[in-house]
């Protein structure tokens, strides 16, 4: 099961928890990330095979590479990437130079293996079988290279689906795609965990009513449209608090040693705000975001659910990476008003106006780990692939996100690979 010959990534979705087509689906549930023109329009005239796949020749494809299209071999099997290629946490430039060409190897790393969950997602872009396979001195032809890997193309008979990325039947799957999934979830019991860290390429709708499942979706951009302005107007006021009044810490315990706060102190007070929202950030993460909800808890699994288990089930849903200021807004104003009940007020404002910028750093820090591509050896680059591990291969682990820093101390840090040397 996988995408057909037409390649409209609204038309089928395999992988755990994919689509089968023939099955309609509304307008709300249809990605709508992947603008691509269609292979039919590419000049892709394609034979059926019997058990519904699709087989290309080596013409159609290197003319359709030679168009733009990424599509990658394994083996015989072909795959249409393009509407990946700029996800992709190696970079985009990587799939670009292996476009027309067998995989295999480069699965197998290194410089990286792929996990069970990366080669079941590679499945969803299953296109069909190529049907004939050239000599290699042919494969330059239109400046397209279609290079093959240690495993020739010519001698190696119809490639089979990995049994562990078996695509899943909509109609099979332990979930109806078709309907809310938050409701269902909860159901799952003991097998709740394995499937929600089986990551689909595929929108996800949580509630039955519109307007509910809207306010559960968030643009990135309002982040910054809401928080910035109460950031900025926080500070502003904290700064002349701290520059009009004698603002003096642990005056309760004593007089005689309490520490008047000046108005310099501002920006290292702010400071100290981000870095405490950086430990927040790592435990809410860890401890209440990465909890295992008891296998008899049918509220728990759907509270993990809505809470970051829709995220790691469909993990470039873009709707779904930031989140929702009226539910953010609650813990946010929870924190105001305990700091505010601990310290000095524009003392306490000051810490939590840098906390709250830490918040915001975070959401679009972890919005750019999924969308953005970053220049190969940067720091958010290594930072990317470092998240993408977390979801699809060490999700007990890698729990930074903006920054790598509390993963050391507390050894959760996600393991260098390493590869032998070979004979």
């Known amino acids: 099961m996988g995408r057909q010959g037409r390649g409209r990534a609204a038309s089928v979705y395999a992988g755990d928890g994919g689509g089968r087509a023939g099955v309609r689906r509304s307008a709300a549930q249809r990605p709508h990330r992947h603008h691509r023109p269609s292979l039919r329009r590419l000049g892709w005239p394609a034979m059926a095979l019997p058990d519904g796949a699709r087989s290309y020749s080596s013409a159609e494809l290197r003319q359709c590479c030679a168009q733009?299209?990424?599509?990658?071999?394994?083996?015989?099997?072909?795959?249409?990437?393009?509407?990946?290629?700029?996800?992709?946490?190696?970079?985009?430039?990587?799939?670009?130079?292996?476009?027309?060409?067998?995989?295999?190897?480069?699965?197998?790393?290194?410089?990286?293996?792929?996990?069970?969950?990366?080669?079941?997602?590679?499945?969803?872009?299953?296109?069909?079988?190529?049907?004939?396979?050239?000599?290699?001195?042919?494969?330059?032809?239109?400046?397209?290279?279609?290079?093959?890997?240690?495993?020739?193309?010519?001698?190696?008979?119809k490639e089979k689906m990995d049994p562990r990325c078996q695509s899943v039947d909509i109609d099979k799957d332990l979930v109806d795609w078709r309907k809310p999934l938050l409701w269902q979830v909860g159901y799952l019991g003991e097998k709740y965990d394995e499937w929600v860290h089986q990551p689909v390429d595929r929108p996800i709708r949580l509630f039955h009513s519109d307007i509910i499942e809207s306010l559960s979706k968030t643009a990135w951009y309002t982040v910054i449209a809401v928080w910035i302005p109460v950031v900025i107007y926080l500070s502003c006021y904290c700064y002349t608090s701290l520059a009009n009044n004698e603002v003096r810490l642990f005056t309760s315990i004593t007089t005689k040693y309490s520490i008047r706060i000046y108005k310099y102190y501002f920006p290292v007070i702010f400071v100290a705000g981000m870095f405490t929202w950086s430990f927040l950030e790592y435990s809410i993460h860890r401890f209440l975001f990465h909890m295992t909800p008891p296998s008899s808890s049918y509220y728990l699994i759907t509270l993990h659910f809505m809470l970051h288990g829709q995220h790691h089930k469909s993990p470039f849903d873009a709707s779904r990476l930031v989140?929702?200021?009226?539910?953010?807004?609650?813990?946010?104003?929870?924190?105001?008003?305990?700091?505010?009940?601990?310290?000095?007020?524009?003392?306490?404002?000051?810490?939590?106006?840098g906390g709250l910028f830490g918040y915001v750093l975070y959401d679009m820090t972890h919005y750019y780990l999924h969308y953005g591509s970053p220049e190969k050896g940067t720091y958010m680059y290594k930072l990317k692939a470092y998240?993408?591990?977390?979801?699809?291969?060490?999700?007990?682990?890698?729990?930074?996100?903006?920054?790598?820093?509390?993963?050391?101390?507390?050894?959760?840090?996600?393991?260098?690979?390493?590869?032998g040397k070979e004979d």
């Open 68 to 157: 733009g299209a990424c599509l990658v071999l394994r083996g015989r099997r072909l795959y249409d990437l393009s509407p990946f290629v700029r996800l992709h946490p190696g970079g985009e430039q990587v799939l670009r130079q292996r476009a027309g060409t067998d995989i295999r190897d480069a699965l197998d790393g290194p410089p990286h293996r792929h996990s069970d969950n990366a080669r079941r997602w590679l499945e969803q872009y299953y296109l069909g079988d190529l049907r004939d396979a050239e000599p290699a001195a042919a494969a330059t032809q239109n400046g397209v290279r279609i290079r093959p890997s240690a495993s020739s193309l010519v001698t190696t008979p």
């Open 323 to 353: 989140f929702p200021p009226p539910a953010a807004g609650l813990i946010i104003y929870a924190l105001y008003v305990f700091i505010n009940s601990v310290f000095p007020e524009a003392f306490a404002t000051t810490l939590f106006a």
């Open 387 to 419: 998240h993408v591990k977390h979801h699809f291969e060490h999700q007990k682990a890698g729990f930074g996100i903006t920054s790598t820093f509390w993963d050391h101390p507390f050894q959760t840090r996600i393991p260098e690979e390493t590869f």
